[in-house]
Structures are given as structure tokens and as C-alpha cells.
């Protein structure tokens, strides 16, 4: 028994001294790899509203609305966006919808003014059904793209921010809305 306990301390040095030294070799690599602060920016945030106008397939109504995103980005040309819309204008029969989306975000420039990009977002949306009957929340798949003009190096005008979001899990079946969205995007840091 007490060689079990001499071995078992052995064991557990070992493994403690082989788990310091990957621990170093790899913050060493990582200090390796480090940026230069004057190049590379790392990440930038930017914060933005849009007018939007959808088709919903339900009903076949065509609402307008406001949304609201967060744009973080990277110098790699990928981000992630979240953005929530309210859709609450030309409703009828009361029918309201709500879509808060978070997903990844592909951006390029082209030339000194324009900004295309590409989105695939996934969340919750909210939908109330005709004279407030009933409501739920239900799963939003969402894709997109668009294009930014830069006005200043912080201020950007979107163009046009075009999204298509299925609702796979609808209530009466799988449930489609197309989009178009244009605002303004500001470069926070």
C-alpha cells in the first residue's frame, strides 16, 4: 500500500510538472504571435438602426419597422452581429413581429467607400397572431447580406441590408419573411 501512495505522488508530480511546461510552451507561442498595435486594430465594435420594410408570409402582409444591431468585427474580415427589429408599422388585424438574431458576419472592402457583407443569424421572434388571440416565440433562421458606404471613417451609411428569415416551427406550418432594411452604422472603437 504505501508503494501505491509513493507512486501515486510520483504520478501526480509528473503530471503537474508535463502540465506547467505545455502551459509555457504555449503562452510562448502565443506571445509570438502578437500583432503589432500600430498595424492591427483587433476588434471594432459599431452600433446601428435601420428603417425596415418586410413581407411576411403569414397573411401576406407587408410591415414596416425599426431595428437595432451591434456589428463586432475583427481585421479578418469576420464579426458576429446581433441585431433585434420590431416590426409595428401598417399592422393588421394587430399582428405584430419581433426578431432578436445573433449569427456570424463576413465583410470585405471594395475600394475606399464600400463595404459588402454577408450574415447568417439565429434567435427567438416573437409573434403576436390577429387581434391579440394569441402569441408565441419561435425559432428564426435567418440569412443576408448588404452594403455599407462609408461617409466618414466612423460614420457609414447601409445602403441596403437585404434578410431572408424562416421560421421553421410556426404554427401553421413553416413560415418565410423577406426584407429590406436602410440606416446608419457608427463605429464606436
Not at 408570409?57 to 410591415?63: L, P, W
Not at 464579426?79 to 388585424?93: K, M, N, P, S
Request: glycine content about 12%.
Amino acid at each position: 500500500m504505501i508503494e501505491t501512495r509513493v507512486g501515486r505522488k510520483l504520478s501526480c508530480r509528473m503530471l503537474a510538472i508535463v502540465f506547467v511546461a505545455v502551459l509555457l510552451s504555449v503562452a510562448h507561442g502565443a506571445y509570438c504571435q502578437v500583432a503589432p498595435s500600430a498595424r492591427d486594430r483587433g476588434l471594432s465594435v459599431a452600433v446601428g438602426d435601420n428603417v425596415s420594410g418586410f413581407y411576411l408570409q403569414y397573411g401576406a402582409r407587408k410591415m414596416g419597422g425599426l431595428s437595432a444591431f451591434v456589428d463586432l468585427d475583427t481585421t479578418r474580415h469576420w464579426g458576429l452581429e446581433a441585431e433585434g427589429r420590431w416590426l409595428v408599422f401598417h399592422r393588421t388585424l394587430n399582428v405584430q413581429d419581433a426578431t432578436y438574431l445573433v449569427g456570424p458576419r463576413y465583410y470585405f472592402n471594395l475600394g475606399k467607400k464600400f463595404q459588402p457583407y454577408a450574415k447568417g443569424l439565429v434567435g427567438p421572434g416573437l409573434f403576436t397572431f390577429d387581434y391579440n388571440a394569441s402569441h408565441g416565440t419561435y425559432l428564426v433562421v435567418a440569412t443576408g447580406g448588404g452594403v455599407d458606404y462609408y461617409i466618414t471613417s466612423r460614420l457609414h451609411l447601409r445602403i441596403v441590408d437585404i434578410e431572408y428569415q424562416n421560421w421553421p416551427h410556426f404554427p401553421t406550418g413553416a413560415m418565410s419573411a423577406v426584407g429590406v432594411s436602410t440606416g446608419f452604422r457608427y463605429t464606436l472603437f
